[in-house]
């Protein structure tokens, strides 16, 4: 079965420091590979997606992820944290139709920045 | 272009009750999938309609319901409410549900259940 894990429920970094989100996922094919933010009181807005391209993904607000097949991670970055960067980031592997099985969620991390 | 539109944003019910929420996707969208996110389990895929077709569905019991309609607008009834039942209901649409097909969310709807 497929599955996403998401190290860390809670990250904290300061305002301008690197960002590091981690998500591992567990896939028998090749996945294609989503990270979303959720802003509160809000539904999920996709930062970048990868689907078997370049490895490296940019996405928007700065960030970026790169897909590691060897270490079956897909990581997603930002070099300098923004307060407005405080959110929910959801990492989700997508291993059939993107909607005929539905797309498989992380638990989340929530980022907070410190000023 | 205006972006997936769900209504209510807000429902209150009590146990037992049932409750319909709807959803309008992007225009040109023809697959709509619904979530269920809740603190404990996080976000769980419920299921997916394309050209009013139930294509697949999660693992949810049968009081968890959906239809399509023919302009893509997509609804989705719970029946008998639970406490558990209380979540955010996510919507997405996307052109076809392809695998690389990008799914767009909407605000969602806070039911509660009382």
């Known amino acids: 079965a497929q599955s996403v894990t998401q190290l860390g429920s809670h990250v904290s970094v300061s305002e301008g420091a690197l960002v590091l989100l981690r998500c591992n996922y567990s896939s028998s094919v090749p996945p294609y590979l989503f990270w979303y933010v959720q802003y509160p009181n809000q539904g999920l807005q996709l930062l970048l997606k990868y689907t078997s391209a370049a490895t490296l993904v940019k996405g928007i607000n700065g960030f970026e992820a790169e897909f590691k097949k060897s270490e079956t991670s897909f990581h997603l970055t930002k070099p300098s944290a923004h307060m407005s960067d405080a959110a929910e980031y959801f990492c989700?592997?997508?291993?059939?139709?993107?909607?005929?099985?539905?797309?498989?969620f992380g638990k989340g991390t929530h980022l907070i920045i410190q000023p | 272009k205006a972006g997936v539109t769900q209504t209510p944003r807000y429902l209150i019910k009590t146990r037992g009750q049932q409750v319909t929420l709807s959803c309008s996707p992007i225009s040109g969208h023809r697959s709509v999938s619904w979530y269920q996110q809740t603190p404990g389990q996080g976000l769980q895929f419920l299921f997916e309609y394309f050209s009013e077709t139930q294509r697949n569905k999660g693992n949810f019991p049968g009081r968890f319901s959906g239809r399509q309609f023919s302009n893509s607008r997509s609804e989705m009834n719970v029946s008998t409410l639970e406490l558990g039942d209380s979540a955010l209901y996510l919507c997405?649409?996307?052109?076809?549900?392809?695998?690389?097909?990008?799914?767009?969310f909407g605000p969602g709807t806070r039911l509660t259940v009382l």
């Open positions: 997405a649409s996307s052109l076809g549900g392809l695998r690389t097909d990008t799914q767009y």
């Open positions: 989700a592997v997508s291993l059939s139709g993107g909607g005929a099985d539905g797309l498989t």
